[in-house]
């Protein structure tokens, strides 16, 4: 911040005579111009000795009023052994801070005290901007990381900070977030990161401003320019330059933090990755042994296997084990999305029989478009549930195809359901036909004859059960097609 009119009075002994004097000076403009405004930008403290001003002083304090300067400094013992009181007068009558420089004080001193309070004022800015940088990086050093350095920016800045996720969900926020506008930010940013034009730059942050409320938001992304999150803080009043260089420090350092994480996230995968192979190899205490280093166990037994895609698995805790569509649980977690097979509890020894559990649910999910199936709920449904419908069509094709072939009138195929359905009782079978048992009886004596297998073996039995199940009612003849 630039220093006052009123520091500039004190170190050089200045005389006010007009107007406020904690305007900030941004630099001293020596001119003797009438109309030096051309030449000016605003904020300077201009230093005359009124050689061309004899009248005129009232248009004179105007066009310097007009231009913004930071005040007028005469030079007495000269031109003027004093201030004119017209000059006066018109400075008073404008508002226009007016300084009276003593013959002994040279305008070069006022320039060189300014230029100095200026350098001390940037130098303390720097300071300060460096001091807040440390305090940032000892907060993301602390256990909490990134959540420290939320809480830290929001003191640095006198106001709240926030963490938000890519998807817009908040993940730490300090008291009296106002994130009520910071919504529509996000929104402007993602589209801004997705701009296809080589001209333009994506937007870097959204600054927004209200009476009593200035906002910045900035995404966070890393090497991949992919956004990964944003930050959003907030203050009653405008940012100074040392708070923009703490906001952009803070933005640095969540970047950085959301990297390694994401790095470390990928080598604590890949040995639990590799964990998991070496418990599926067997090799239960090697596993535990490589675990060690991190800290880690291995689930504690009995386990579950879970089959599922590439996506549904990343989606899962990261700290879960997982390789090559296969997943190691304690406990199945919930809302999983996509096709999910489940297998049943066992111990690690065996692990092989819950993978092909999971692998065998794994492929009813997928049958049913997607949702989780346990493989206990599976094999309730029955053994047919759990073979391959193409296997099983083409077996039953292929072992009633003499049935199916018979050019008799009667059905064999549905006479034989209703005996074995009956359990071999030979008048309910009957009834449930609607033939008589003697009937049904040279049927199935027929049936016996073209298969060549005895229907009293119980082993024929389950085949040919099996066989008539794959093929429903009413489908007995689509075979032969």
Not at 38 to 46: A, I, Q, T
Not at 108 to 127: C, F, H, P, R, W
Not at 146 to 152: F, G, K, L, S
Not at 257 to 274: F, I, K, T, Y
Request: charged share 20%.
């Amino acid at each position: 911040m630039a220093p006052s009119l009123q520091t500039v009075v004190r170190r050089m002994r200045l005389r006010p005579l007009a107007g406020s004097l904690d305007r900030p000076v941004r630099w001293v403009a020596v001119s003797e111009l009438e109309d030096p405004t051309p030449f000016l930008e605003g904020g300077e403290l201009v230093l005359t000795t009124g050689m061309r001003l004899t009248s005129g002083f009232s248009a004179y304090v105007g066009r310097l009023v007009e231009r913004g300067v930071a005040g007028l400094g005469f030079g007495v013992g000269l031109t003027h052994d004093d201030v004119p009181a017209e000059l006066v007068e018109a400075a008073m009558a404008a508002g226009l801070p007016l300084l009276e420089v003593p013959r002994e004080t040279p305008f070069i001193a006022i320039g060189k005290t300014v230029s100095e309070l200026l350098a001390a004022e940037q130098y303390d800015e720097i300071s300060r901007a460096f001091a807040a940088q440390g305090r940032l990086t000892r907060a993301a050093l602390r256990p909490e990381g990134t959540h420290a350095v939320i809480d830290r920016l929001a003191k640095e800045v006198g106001g709240w900070a926030a963490l938000i996720g890519e998807s817009g969900e908040v993940a730490h926020a300090t008291p009296d977030a106002r994130l009520d506008t910071v919504l529509p930010a996000l929104d402007r940013l993602r589209r801004g990161s997705h701009r296809q034009e080589p001209a333009e730059r994506p937007l870097s942050s959204v600054a927004l401003s209200s009476p009593g409320e200035h906002v910045i938001v900035q995404p966070l992304s890393g090497t991949s320019r992919r956004i990964r999150g944003f930050f959003a803080v907030g203050a009653p009043h405008p940012f100074s330059p040392v708070a923009h260089t703490v906001v952009n420090a803070a933005g640095s350092l969540l970047t950085l933090a959301l990297e390694q994480g994401r790095s470390q996230l990928a080598a604590e995968r890949g040995v639990r990755a590799a964990v998991l192979t070496l418990l599926l190899a067997g090799e239960v205490e090697r596993a535990r042994a490589a675990l060690a280093p991190m800290g880690g166990r291995l689930p504690v037994e009995p386990v579950t296997v879970l089959a599922a895609d590439g996506e549904t698995l990343e989606a899962m805790d990261p700290r879960t084990f997982t390789t090559e569509g296969l997943a190691l649980v304690e406990e199945v977690p919930p809302g999983l999305e996509g096709p999910v097979g489940v297998s049943s509890p066992v111990p690690y020894g065996e692990l092989d029989s819950a993978i092909e559990q999971a692998g065998r649910a794994l492929e009813a999910a997928r049958k049913a478009e997607g949702g989780t199936v346990r493989f206990a709920d599976l094999a309730g449904q029955g053994l047919l549930a759990l073979l391959d419908p193409a296997a099983a069509h083409a077996f039953s094709s292929a072992l009633l195809a003499p049935l199916n072939e018979y050019g008799s009138r009667a059905d064999l195929v549905e006479s034989l359901r209703a005996y074995l359905g009956a359990n071999g009782h030979w008048d309910a079978a009957a009834q449930r036909l609607g033939v008589h048992r003697h009937t049904l009886r040279y049927r199935m004596k027929r049936v016996s004859e073209l298969l060549g297998r005895d229907l009293d073996d119980p082993g024929v039995r389950a085949e040919l059960w099996i066989a008539l199940s794959s093929c429903p009612p009413g489908n007995s003849r689509s075979s032969r097609s």
